[in-house]
């Protein structure tokens, strides 16, 4: 079965104020500018998540927000997943394999470098980073979730606010 999983890594964030806990960063200026836009570069790719997940880091569930408002995905089915906030690769793989099957679209906001790195492991291309608000988009043919691996990948495109155009697979030959 063809599924999606599209890696968002969270918005700019704000560090205006030097003693806020990490987790409880906003977004700043930029980061409230980009994630709409994000939102709806993928709405115009023809994304249409089934299920969006978000770390439960102040900037992340702002970006996962913006994002899902953009795409007309109900903000009262967001999930808030805490072991996404700074998850390793294993990680999101753990929480992406416990996902119901039915879901064929999944969304993962979440943190660097975990968020470049499983976009890398998984789609064997070199990306140095995945700047902030930036999206990779991923097909894969697995009939479950659990079976999430590299060989079942195919890199569909990389985007991010900067970016005059996606970067397509084409382009990385």
Known sequence: MLRRLTLLRHAKSSWQ?????????????RGERNAPTMGRRLA???????????STAKRARRTARLV?????????FLQSEPDLYLATPKTMLR????????????????H????????????GISIDNVPTCGVVVIDVEVEEWSALAPA?????????????EPVLPSALR
């Open 152 to 164: 079942a990948c195919q890199f569909k495109y990389f985007d991010y606010p900067k970016a005059e």
């Open 17 to 29: 104020q030097a003693d806020l806990d990490d987790h409880d960063r906003p977004l700043n200026e």
């Open 68 to 76: 899902a408002r953009e795409l007309g995905y109900p903000l009262e």
């Open 112 to 123: 660097n470098p975990g968020i470049t790195e499983l976009a890398s492991q998984l789609t």
């Open 44 to 54: 115009a790719r023809g994304a249409r998540p089934s299920l969006f997940i978000t």
């Open 95 to 110: 929480i992406l394999g416990d996902q119901p099957n039915n879901f064929s679209d999944i969304i993962l906001c979440g």
